[in-house]
C-alpha cells in the first residue's frame, strides 16, 4: 500500500483517512493536500523529493522531466510507479500508457505501511497538479458531480451584463480559487474580447479549475480543418473545448438548412478533429430535450455521433428553458441508459425551473452540472450555480466543490454582483440577505429555542447569517434576538423590553419601517434602556432655494445645540437634502471630527398615502457608511425635509455611537 494511498482509491474523499494511509514522514502540507483528494506536483522537479518521502529514492532523467512538462501543458495525466517504470495514464483513457525512461527507484521498508514491500509491482499512484484541472491524487477520486461555470459565457447574453477582459479574468481567478472544475471563457471565434481573454489567460496558472473555450461544429459542407471557427477554438490553447451542435430536427432543417446526415458527419467530424489535437472535448447538445420529444431516435444518434467520435462528455441542453423535472429526468435516464461517457445538464430558467431541472438530471444519471454565477443569462436566465451548489453538497449529499469553499459561497455570490455593477438580491435563496430573516414572533421565539425548527440548514454553511427583523408583527422574542444582536445587554425579563415593543409598533403604525433602518432601531433601544439624552441636537434649520436666468442655488441653514454650546452654520449644495446635510455636518464637525469621515450612500423615498396628493407623508431611507461599516436610518413626514433631517440627525448619532 501506498502511503499517501490505499491500493483501492474510493471515490469518495472521506474514506481517505489515517487509518486506511500511513502519513509518517510526509510533510504536513501534503498530508492536508492527500486527504483531500488534491496532488502537489508542482513543478516535475518536485517529484524526486516527494517520493522519497513516500519511501522510494527516485531519480529522473532530463529527458523524463521533459516529457512530463509538455504533457501537463496539454491536458490531465496521471503518473504512476510500477515496478521500476514510471508510467503515465491519460485522463479518459484509463488503458494507455506512455513508458517513460528508466527511473531508478528503492523502497525504503521504513516509508510503508503495507503493500508490496520488494518493489516489484509496486504502484504509488500520483497526479500531475501543475495541470489546468481540479485533479485528485487518482483518477478515480473525482467528485460525484463536476460544476462547470459559464458565467463569462453565456452569462454575458444576459441584459445588463458586460465584463471587460479585466473583469473576466478576476472572476475566473475568484472561480479556480472556489473550486469549480471548469471555467468556460467564451466564444474566440465571435469577438476580440474573448480572443484577447485567453490570450492572457494562458499567462495565469489555475490551480484547480480546467480553461475551457466554447465553439460550434464546422459549417454544413465545409472540411473542419478549413473551418475558421475551429482554427480559432485550437488558437485559444485550452485544455477544455466545449462544442454545440444539433439536436432537434426543427433546426437541422429550418435553421441549418442541412441534411440528418450532414449534421451528424457536422458533430463527429469536429469532436474527433479536437480529439486528435490532444483536447479534452465536451459536447452541448443544444436543444437535447425538445430534439428527443421530436423524434427521440434521431436525438440519441447526435448524441452517439459524438460519443463515439471521441467525446469525453455529452451534455444535454434546455436550451428553450421551458422542460419540467420530469421530462429532464426521464430523457436524461434514457442518456445514461444508451452512452458509456458521462452525461451533464445545460438548463434555463425560462420557467422558472433552471435549478430543479439540473438536480432531477443528476439524480437520473448526469454528473456534471453547467451554470451561471446568481444565474446570469440570456431573457430569465441560466441555472444559478449559487443555488445548485449549496444543493448537491447539503441536499443530495454528494461532492463537488471543496468542503472547505461552501461558507464563501455568499462571498462569491456577491463578488460577481459587484464585478457586473448588480445590487446583491437579497431574496437570493442560500445566499440572500432575507434567506435567513425571522420577522413573525412565534418563528422567531422557535428559533430562539431550537434554530432548525425554522433554518433547513445553519445559515454559516453557506456564509450567511440569520437575521432578526422588527416590525409591527413583532414580539418579545424579536426584540431581545435584535437587541442582543445590535450588542445590547437584554433578556426577556428586562423591564423595558414592554415599553421598547410598545415603542416599535407606534412608530411602525405611522410608516417607519426598521428592517431596513437598523441604526435608527439601535439609537430607539439605547434611549429607552439607558434613558439617555441625545449629544446634540437641533434647534432650528432652513432650506430655500433661489434661481436665476443660469442657475439655481439651494442654500441650508442649521443651528444644533452640545451641551451649552450652539453652532450655526450655512451650507450650499445640489438640492435641499444634500445642503442640509453639508450644513448639518459642518455644524457638527467642530465638536465631533470623526464624523469628517461619515458619507451618505444611498437616498430613497416612498409615499406612504398616495391618496392624499402632495401632502402625503413620505418615508425616507438613508444610507451611510464611514468606510468601513454601513448602517441605514429612517425619518417620516408629511414634510419630505423634516423627514430626510430625521433620518441624518440618526446617521450621524450612530456613528458617534459606534465604538
Known sequence: MSPLLPRQCSRKRGEITEASCSFAGIPQQLQQSAKAGFGLLDPPENLPPLLQTMGCAVTLSQPTVDVLQRDAEQGRVALQLVGHQLVQRFHGAANLRRPFPPVTAKPHRSGFSGGNQRGLGLEIPLCWADLPGPDSLCDRMKPDVEIYDTTLRDGTQGEGINFSVADKLRIAEKLDTFGVHYIEGGWPGSNPKDIEFFAQAARRKFKRARLASFGSTRRKHVAVESDDQVRLLLEARTPVITIFGKTWLLHVKEVLGTTPEENLAMIADTVRFLKDHGKFVIYDAEHAFDGFKDSADYALATWEAAEHAGADLVTLCDTNGGCL????????????????????????????????????????????????????????????????????????????????????????????????????????????????????????????????????????????????????????????????????????????????????????????????????????????????????????????????SEESVVEATVKVRVGDQVAHTVAEGDGPVNALDSALRAALTQFFPRIKKVQLTDYKVRILESSTGTAARTRVLIETSDGKDEWGTVGVNENIIEASLQALVDSVEYALMKP
Open 325 to 548: 423535472p420530469n421530462e429532464v429526468a426521464r430523457t436524461t435516464a434514457a442518456a445514461k441508459g444508451k452512452l458509456a461517457c458521462r452525461i451533464g445538464i445545460h438548463t434555463h430558467n425560462d420557467v422558472g425551473l433552471g435549478v430543479a431541472n439540473a438536480l432531477a438530471a443528476l439524480e437520473a444519471g448526469a454528473s456534471h452540472v453547467q451554470g451561471t454565477i446568481n444565474g446570469y443569462g440570456e431573457r430569465t436566465g441560466n441555472c444559478n450555480l449559487i443555488s445548485v451548489i449549496p444543493n448537491v453538497a447539503l441536499k443530495l449529499k454528494k461532492t463537488c466543490v471543496p468542503a472547505a469553499s461552501l461558507p464563501k459561497l455568499r462571498e462569491l455570490s456577491q463578488f460577481v454582483d459587484e464585478i457586473a455593477n448588480f445590487r446583491h438580491d437579497p431574496r437570493q435563496p442560500w445566499v440572500g440577505a432575507t434567506a435567513f430573516a425571522h420577522k413573525g414572533g412565534m418563528h422567531v421565539n422557535a428559533v430562539q429555542k431550537v434554530a432548525r425548527s425554522f433554518e433547513h440548514i445553519d445559515p454559516a454553511s453557506v456564509g450567511n447569517s440569520r437575521r432578526v427583523l422588527v416590525s409591527d408583527l413583532a414580539g418579545k422574542s424579536n426584540i431581545v434576538m435584535k437587541a442582543q444582536e445590535l450588542g445590547f445587554k437584554i433578556t426577556a425579563d428586562t423591564p423595558e423590553l414592554k415599553d421598547i415593543l410598545a415603542r416599535i409598533k407606534e412608530l411602525e403604525h405611522l410608516g417607519y419601517e426598521f428592517e431596513a433602518a437598523e441604526a435608527s432601531l439601535a439609537l430607539l433601544i439605547r434611549k429607552i434602556l439607558k434613558h439617555e439624552e441625545p449629544p446634540f441636537s437641533v434647534d432650528t434649520y432652513h432650506v430655500s432655494m433661489r434661481r436665476d
